[in-house]
């Protein structure tokens, strides 16, 4: 399953923990309640919000494994991205060559447009928080990549 695949599926679902903005919530990186794993071993957590509300801003959770990658796409709203723990990499452009991504160490925040084309992945374990606004959808350059295709 592509890693925004999964992001959209699980965000169309009643998340639990989610609640009122009016209560005091926080997380710790080893201790997200993750809500769903991937085959790949990717794993999310809608942590506020609901992503498939029009103009709703919601918070999420993303764990990705060393080595995985996901294919080009683009997403219809601005995701702003705080890493965690571990390293994002991040190419702007369809090429999917890991070479050209650049590395976001945690401590980073990465801001990335609606609708520009990307790829991103890991080569150490990594969480990444993000914040967007709903309705969120992930459109792939070419639907038939694996999400852990190499260059």
């Known amino acids: 399953m592509k890693i925004h695949a999964l992001v959209l599926t699980l965000s169309l679902l009643v998340c639990a923990n989610a609640s009122a903005a009016t209560q005091h919530q926080g997380w710790m990186p080893d201790a997200i309640p993750w809500q769903m794993t991937a085959a790949d071993g990717t794993r999310y957590a809608l942590l506020e919000g609901k992503s498939e509300k029009e103009r709703e801003p919601f918070s999420y959770a993303f764990s990705i494994p060393a080595g995985v990658w996901d294919a080009p796409h ?3 709203a601005t995701a702003r991205v705080f890493v ?3 390293v994002l990499r991040i190419g702007y452009d369809s090429s999917f ?3 050209r991504a650049k590395s976001y160490p ?3 925040y990465v801001i990335v447009p609606a ?3 990307h790829f991103d992945g890991s080569d150490t374990d990594t969480i990444i928080i993000g914040t967007a606004t709903g309705p969120w959808t992930t459109t792939y350059v070419d639907r038939s990549s694996p999400a852990s295709a190499g260059p």
């Open 74 to 76: 683009s997403h219809s």
């Open 106 to 108: 945690a401590g980073s």
């Open 97 to 99: 060559d890991h070479s």
């Open 84 to 86: 965690a723990k571990g």
């Open 115 to 117: 609708g520009v084309v």
